[in-house]
């Protein structure tokens, strides 16, 4: 089953361990795209509000009216722009990994793990781990934490992996729980049909 085409409430209710179709591959899907999404918006869509990203380039106006261009923006490129900044999943993604109760630590490592993809990139993204532990100030900025938030933080790589695995399990621990329990902090977030 393409369970990235469901959408979060049809997920999250397909990972909990009391639906009939629950499979142990819905609920570390889940766990994938929830960490997916909350890099996704701590990194794409913070950039757009911190960096200054507009719709037109300063320099294409030259020569042209005050206040814009001769020519409309495309319609659907604006409503785009404005429908994925505020996409109602991204809010959903961030609220239930608050839900799961991760510390700090759990949620820079877990989100530095989920945004590290690739290790043939290059500069900050394409730092190993040990270099992540010794310096870990360029990912957690990278991920929207203000500068000096990360100082500190992991004594060593294993201390790094086992944070990460833990923030995994919270996880794990939280979309699979049934829903008529209390086991974890703020069990029922609501859900829309996003």
Not at 24 to 53: C, F, H, I, K, N
Not at 141 to 160: E, I, N, S
Not at 163 to 181: C, G, I
Request: net charge positive; with cysteine.
């Amino acid at each position: 089953m393409d369970y990235q085409r469901l959408n979060l409430r049809d997920h999250r209710a397909m990972a909990r361990e009391d639906h009939p179709g629950h499979t142990p591959e819905a609920a570390s899907t889940l766990v994938a795209r929830l960490l997916d999404m909350e890099v996704e918006r701590r990194t794409l869509y913070g950039d757009e509000r911190l960096q200054g990203y507009h719709n037109v380039s300063p320099t294409a106006g030259i020569g042209e009216q005050p206040g814009g261009t001769d020519k409309a923006r495309e319609p659907l490129a604006s409503l785009y722009d404005r429908g994925l900044a505020e996409h109602l999943a991204h809010q959903e993604a961030r609220r239930i990994i608050e839900a799961a109760g991760l510390t700090f630590r759990e949620r820079v490592a877990v989100l530095i793990r989920a945004a590290k993809t690739d290790r043939r990139s290059n500069g900050p993204r394409g730092m190993s781990y040990a270099q992540i532990v010794a310096n870990p100030r360029p990912w957690v900025q990278y991920l929207g934490w203000p500068p000096g938030a990360g100082a500190m933080l992991f004594k060593d790589v294993k201390a790094f992996d086992n944070a990460a695995s833990e923030a995994r399990r919270k996880l794990m621990k939280w979309v699979m729980a049934p829903s008529n329990t209390t086991c974890c902090r703020n069990q029922e977030a609501e859900l829309s049909s996003v």
